[in-house]
Nanobody
Framework: QGQFVESGGALVQPGGSLRLSCVVSGFNVRYQFMNWYRQAPGKERELVAGISTGGRAMDYADSVKGRFTISRDNANQAIYLQMNNLRPEDTAIYYC????????WGQGTQVTVSE
């Protein structure tokens, strides 16, 4: 059973940047395609970005392409999300998880983009 601990969220102004981190335990992350998801108030959870096991292939939701970058450090069981040029519509709780969305989810980290 995996455990996910997300951190790095904060209140930022539009145009600002944040770097989210996710530390994984309970399984060897190097064998898993990993994703970042987010859930905004009143909306369903959505996929934001994904990264292959070796970190060579990444995929992004259209809404974040060119602004967000996903990366990983398999040796340290960590997944990262660099978020630049943040917009109010990026406000959400951000979670990391496997491609198959393993239960239980972590608590997530709150990102709020506002003046």
């Amino acid at each position: 059973q995996g455990q996910f601990v997300e951190s790095g969220g904060a209140l930022v102004q539009p145009g600002g940047s944040l770097r989210l981190s996710c530390v994984v335990s309970g399984f060897n992350v190097r064998y898993q395609f990993m994703n970042w998801y987010r859930q905004a108030p009143g909306k369903e959870r959505e996929l934001v970005a994904g990264i292959s096991t070796g970190g060579r292939a990444m995929d992004y939701a259209d809404s974040v392409k060119g602004r967000f970058t996903i990366s990983r450090d398999n040796a340290n069981q960590a997944i990262y999300l660099q978020m630049n040029n943040l917009r109010p519509e990026d406000t959400a709780i951000y979670y990391c998880n496997t491609l198959g969305a393993t239960e239980p989810w972590g608590q997530g980290t709150q990102v709020t983009v506002s003046e």
